[in-house]
């Protein structure tokens, strides 16, 4: 099974609809992430939470909600997607514990990533 | 304004044929850069963490090096299976607080 799970995997919809994207992981990690992806313009952060309590906006969140359920549950939300919503997204996770000793605690570590949601919307 | 920047966008190597592919940056107040292969359908997958100027992480026919403005990861004899995305971020710290910046990657083809 994969440690981090990203709920549905493709998804067609449209203008004006809400969608959720769901994101769970094993791990036992406390931060996790939302990505969007986009043909030439790489991996952009949308959303990132260090745990449960502490959730922090990234370069990209206008448009964008997100929710962190529990430890291991992290979801996305499009409260009235538009179609240059569409891309795909990734969820990801890191490890605090992993980080080099003397580092800023807030530093990001290495992340596991899902495999992805492709959205599209019409 | 911060930027990572990777060049080649693409890359073919015949296999065996070594190369390095390229990552620069200016951030201001560098506290990590990754590197990750993606491979098609796939999400991101870790290979190095460098943390400051000089060092260098090994893995299989990868090397990653770090300097105080790119950062390179060099490909030794490499294998078809090797063929995949290969992406390059940083963390940054601006005034306003840690930023997380990823490259567009290089595509990366190795021909039997």
């Known amino acids: 099974d994969a440690d981090v799970t990203q709920t549905p995997r493709n998804r067609i919809t449209k203008t004006g609809k809400r969608i959720m994207l769901e994101c769970s992981q094993t791990?036992?990690?406390?931060?996790m992430y939302w990505y969007r992806q986009d043909p030439g313009l790489g991996l952009q952060l949308i959303y990132y939470s260090f745990d449960v309590k502490d959730i922090n906006k990234g370069e990209i969140s206008d448009g964008y909600s997100v929710s962190r359920q529990a430890q291991a549950k992290f979801s996305l939300s499009l409260e009235s997607a538009i179609p240059n919503q569409t891309a795909l997204y990734f969820c990801?996770?890191?490890?605090?514990?992993?980080?080099?000793?003397?580092?800023?605690?807030?530093?990001?570590?290495?992340?596991?990533f899902g495999d992805g949601t492709r959205l599209s919307i019409l | 304004e911060d930027q990572v920047t990777q060049s080649p966008e693409a890359l073919r190597l015949q296999e065996g044929e070594s190369s390095s592919l390229n990552c620069s940056y200016t951030?201001?107040?560098?506290?990590?850069l990754f590197w990750y292969r993606q491979d098609p359908g796939k999400g991101p997958e870790f290979l190095f963490t460098l943390y400051s100027a000089g060092e260098e992480k090994e893995k299989e026919r990868l090397k990653a090096t770090l300097t105080k403005k790119e950062s390179f990861l060099h490909i030794t004899a490499p294998k078809p299976e090797d063929s995949a995305t290969y992406l390059c971020a940083v963390q940054a710290k601006p005034n306003t607080g840690n930023q997380f910046y990823f490259g567009t990657g290089t595509s990366l083809t190795v021909i039997p």
């Open positions: 791990k036992g990690h406390d931060r």
């Open positions: 990801a996770t890191s490890d605090p514990r992993s980080a080099v000793l003397g580092l800023n605690p807030r530093a990001f570590q290495p992340q596991h």
């Open positions: 951030v201001s107040g560098l506290r990590g």
